[in-house]
């Protein structure tokens, strides 16, 4: 069986378990004329009447039949089905669509800044966050002293730090090599969003504005944001070599929380 038959038996599994948790009641339709119902939960017909589609449609998707179902669709079907932010979440990700009310990042700022930033504080490591496009949006004293000159700086995104920034490949000795891995990475961290008008806007921005950008871009080479060693050349305290660590705060997703660990402590 291959991944998208998986992937497509998986989501008429999930869509028919939550179809038979819910009743007539908790949707707004009337209880069955005749008793008791035959089978547990909303009926097939039910949730479509309330998605707005065909009952043949939905029955395929939930037999996993290898037919194509849009962002609109799910958006109804996870309304319909009342999932949580987190079962909506898993809906989309077994579809590989985008969630079209997923929040975007002015949406989520107020939340992960207010939060997060008390984190960061009690870290006596270098920390800060980065939305979905990189941009940083919040950094503990640390950070702001390691990378004053992109924090103090107008250009938020990290990749236009690195490709933009002639501090960066002053105070990035191995430039080279970061530079080719954050593009890979970057292009792995935003496959699924590559047609989001921002990204292209990010993209083509940087491409126009710096040559080995568009060149490592162009390249199309994908890697896993991992961990690993970090060596920076402070204009001030010299070569630091840290060990990368990067999480994903729950609730804010698009984010990434990067932790800078002192090598001489682990």
């Known amino acids: 069986m291959s991944s998208r038959d998986d992937h497509r038996r998986l989501l008429g599994a999930f869509l028919r378990r939550h179809r038979e948790r819910l009743t007539a009641a908790d949707v707004g339709l009337a209880p069955a004329r005749h008793g008791r119902r035959r089978t547990p939960g909303l009926r097939r017909e ?10 043949t449609w939905y029955a395929w998707i939930e037999q996993g ?15 319909a089905l009342h999932l949580t932010l987190a079962e909506r979440a898993y809906l989309f990700e077994l579809t590989e669509k985008r969630d079209p009310a997923a929040l975007t990042d002015e949406q989520t700022d107020a939340g992960p800044i207010a ?29 702001a002293d390691l990378f004053a000159e992109w924090i103090d700086g107008h250009e938020p995104c990290l990749l236009g730090f690195v ?9 990035i000795p191995d430039w080279d090599h970061r530079a080719r891995r954050i593009v890979a990475e970057f292009r792995a961290d935003t496959g699924r969003s590559r047609d989001d008008p921002a990204l292209q806007a990010l993209v083509a921005r940087l491409s126009e504005a710096s040559a080995a950008f568009a060149a490592l871009w162009a390249d199309q080479a994908v890697l896993a944001r991992e961990g690993g060693e ?20 729950a609730g804010f997703p698009g984010h990434k929380l990067v932790m800078l660990v002192d090598k001489g402590a682990i």
Request: proline share 8%.
């Open 115 to 143: 939060v997060l930033q008390q984190a960061l504080d009690a870290s006596s490591a270098p920390a800060y966050l980065l939305d979905r496009l990189w941009a940083i949006r919040a950094w503990n004293a640390p950070a």
């Open 46 to 55: 039910e949730v479509a009447q309330i998605c707005g589609m065909s009952p």
């Open 163 to 171: 490709f933009l920034s002639p501090a960066a490949r002053r105070l």
């Open 230 to 249: 970090r060596s920076f050349d402070h204009p001030d305290h010299g070569l630091r070599h840290y060990e990368q660590v990067t999480l994903a705060p």
């Open 65 to 79: 039949r290898d037919i194509s179902v849009s962002p609109a669709a799910l958006a109804r079907m996870a309304d």
